[in-house]
């Protein structure tokens, strides 16, 4: 059985929301951050990064948010949530799927976590990275806003509900307590938030990983 190391609210939503909709039986494990459960030697075992999520499915270990996702659209292509190989939609899925770990989820581990990123006691250059960081944030934001009002349609491939689009909204939701506008409040990318919050699978996840409002 496909099994996912994961805790609420963190880089394990995506596949958790994806293992949910494509239907297929898995087991959840709860990896305490509050204890640092998943810097233990067990769990470095399994990834020696020491990030959560990981999903483990026989032999098979696999470490990062983007790659658990593109794993499981590769091996249940019933469930409809990426293109077909080597069409145009294809690599566009690619594309997003890397923007999305590469620019924008990188951007905001640096809001977060602005102290990895100067000397220890530079309570000055933690500020500056973090405003830099959210400022950067909400630029990538308005770009996401402007894709979605470029086509017009209800996903951010176009007519097709794919991976991408928990992706976008796990990442969405870690902007909801920004200073600056958050990604609910922009004009085409707070109702697509929505759209892919009302999915089934979506509630059920946030049901499972007792998330409280506001959701985005």
Same mark, same amino acid.
């Given at each position: ?27 959840? $494990? ?7 459960? =998943? /810097?233990?030697? *067990?769990? #470095? ?5 020491? @990030? ?41 899925f690619y594309k997003w799927m890397a923007w999305l770990t590469n620019s924008l989820q990188a951007t905001l581990i640096l809001y ?13 250059? $933690? ?7 959210? =400022? /950067?944030?909400? *630029?990538? #934001? ?5 894709? @979605? ?57 946030f049901a499972t990983e007792q998330l409280a409002q506001p959701w985005v």
């Amino acid at each position: 059985m496909l099994q996912l190391h994961y805790y609420p609210s963190t880089a394990a939503m995506a596949p958790h929301i994806v293992l949910e909709e494509i239907g297929a039986p898995f087991q959840l $494990v709860h990896v305490d951050r509050l204890v640092n459960a =998943h /810097k233990t030697p *067990a769990y #470095l075992q399994l990834n020696p990064n020491g @990030l959560i999520p990981v999903l483990v499915h026989c032999d098979l270990v696999l470490y990062e948010t983007a790659a658990i996702c593109l794993h499981l659209c590769d091996t249940h292509p019933q469930a409809g949530l990426a293109p077909a190989l080597g069409t145009v939609d294809r690599a566009h899925f690619y594309k997003w799927m890397a923007w999305l770990t590469n620019s924008l989820q990188a951007t905001l581990i640096l809001y977060f976590y602005p102290e990895r990123w100067v000397n220890e006691g530079n309570t000055s250059g $933690v500020a500056q990275v973090k405003a830099h960081a959210e =400022h /950067k944030v909400g *630029a990538l #934001l308005d770009q996401l806003d402007a894709e @979605l009002a470029r086509h017009g349609k209800p996903w951010l491939l176009g007519e097709a509900y794919s991976a991408v689009d928990p992706y976008a909204l796990m990442l969405g939701r870690w902007t909801r307590g920004f200073a600056s506008p958050p990604a609910r409040s922009r004009p085409h990318l707070g109702p697509y938030l929505q759209r892919v919050l009302a999915r089934p699978a979506v509630q059920r996840v946030f049901a499972t990983e007792q998330l409280a409002q506001p959701w985005v």
